[in-house]
């Protein structure tokens, strides 16, 4: 039986007539960029998250550009991040001339860790007139929190964190849309806790468009319109630039798709967490217990999307002879990400070095992404199981 990582031809399948058909509306409308397409699904992402302002961008890499380059991040400025996560999260920072700051995750939940901003903060920098700068004197701006696989980062003792310093967050909500946060007066949704939240529809995505796109969301009016002129090489009106921005723009044919599975989301969300939950069952089943440490799921009991399983990631004992036993049986499985970004080759400026943040490299080493999503039957899941069981067998 073959079990590959993600197969998106289910969901195509299910929506083709109408997916079809915008794509048909939008051919026959001739309009291709920022039209009424592009708006709609602006709107419907507000419902969706709880957000007041939502920017549709060229992508979830462009989503965190455009937030850096309006606030007018640039040399001089760091900001606080994790090193494990999609390149992309610290490789805006360092595009707009920023310093990314690194600190630890918690070692359950993959997440930035808020005691290691705060030590971070303690040990390494000062308040020098109002301003948090760090021993080389630059200005830490930000922290930059990613919800990684799809669950929520402890948002509550991060946005604690940053209100006593002054500090905005961006949510890299790329793997995490609808991801359910539990607070005191109920719900929040993954990209509205925070100041910004950011993004990617990229096809693999849980929602996914049919090529790349990303959106922006956010509470302030100000900053929604600075994102919108950003959004358009900072353009307002018609060809005088108050500031440089880029094309940041979505396309309106990936609007125009993107709307059509909007709907699907949360019934999508929730048959992976289902999934997830079987998943538990067959290692329980199995006791499996002493080679797989399965995803933790903190705020299950409090929200209901507690955590949207972007990924099914398990630490394996043997982590790369696992993968090779499952390749070998045509099951899919994937290592999300090899190599922490502090010890990335382009980031050897900032001098770090193998050790430096233990839990992020020690994930690296021993984490594996399982088949997930919301169309996997139940029969492609107890093979997955059982070829792991023949593994430690
Ligand atoms: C996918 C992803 C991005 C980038 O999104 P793109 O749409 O591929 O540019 C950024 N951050 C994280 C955590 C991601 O998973």
Redesign the pocket.
């Known amino acids: 039986m073959r079990v590959p990582l993600l197969d998106l031809s289910g969901q195509y399948h299910a929506l083709a007539a109408p997916i079809r058909q915008q794509i048909d509306e939008v051919l026959q409308s001739q309009r291709f960029i920022l039209g009424p397409k592009v708006e709609q699904f602006e709107r419907a992402l507000c419902d969706y998250t709880g957000a007041k302002f939502a920017i549709g961008v060229?992508?979830?890499?462009?989503?965190?550009l455009a937030v850096l380059m309006a606030l007018e991040i640039g040399p001089g400025d760091a900001v606080i991040t994790t090193p494990y996560?999609?390149?992309?999260?610290a490789a805006?920072i360092a595009r707009v001339g920023a310093t990314p700051l690194f600190v630890d995750i918690e070692p359950e939940t993959f997440n930035i860790s808020p005691e290691a901003i705060r030590s971070f903060i303690e040990k390494n920098c000062r308040q020098v007139n109002g301003v948090l700068m760090t021993r080389d004197r630059q200005a830490v701006r930000l922290i930059i929190p990613?919800?990684?696989f799809g669950l929520c980062c402890e948002m509550d003792a991060i946005m604690e964190i940053a209100r006593e310093y002054e500090l905005l967050v961006i949510e890299?909500?790329?793997?995490a849309i609808g991801a359910g946060y539990p607070r005191s007066g109920g719900v929040a949704s993954a990209g509205a806790i925070g100041d910004v939240g950011?993004?990617?529809?990229?096809p693999?995505?849980n929602l996914g468009a049919a090529g790349?796109?990303?959106a922006i969301v956010c509470m302030a009016e100000n900053l929604a319109t600075r994102l919108r002129t950003c959004r358009q090489h900072g353009m307002e009106p018609r060809y005088y630039h108050q500031f440089i921005g880029g094309n940041f723009r979505l396309d309106e044919l990936q609007a125009a798709i993107l709307q059509v599975k909007l709907p699907h989301l949360a019934g999508w969300s929730a048959a992976r967490r289902a999934a997830a939950d079987f998943y538990r069952e067959e290692f329980s089943r199995r006791n499996l217990a002493d080679s797989i440490i399965l995803p933790a799921e903190p705020y299950r009991e409090r929200a209901g999307n507690h955590h949207i399983y972007?990924q099914f990631i398990i630490r394996a004992e043997g982590r790369d002879e696992l993968k090779a036993h499952l390749a070998s049986n045509e099951i899919g499985s994937e290592i999300y990400y090899p190599v922490p970004l502090h010890l990335q080759e382009c980031f050897f400026y900032l001098e770090h070095k193998a050790g430096d943040f233990p839990e992020a490299e020690r994930a690296a080493a021993e984490t594996l992404a399982l088949p997930i999503y919301p169309e996997l039957s139940r029969e492609a899941q107890r093979f997955v199981v059982d070829k792991i069981a023949e593994f430690y067998g």
Do not use: N, R
């Not at 996560?85 to 999260?89: E, H, I, L, Q, R």
């Not at 890299?172 to 793997?175: G, M, P, S, T, W």
């Open positions: 060229s992508s979830g890499t462009d989503a965190l996560s999609f390149f992309a999260t805006c990613v919800h990684l890299d909500a790329a793997q950011c993004f990617s529809f990229y693999s995505k790349d796109a990303g972007h």
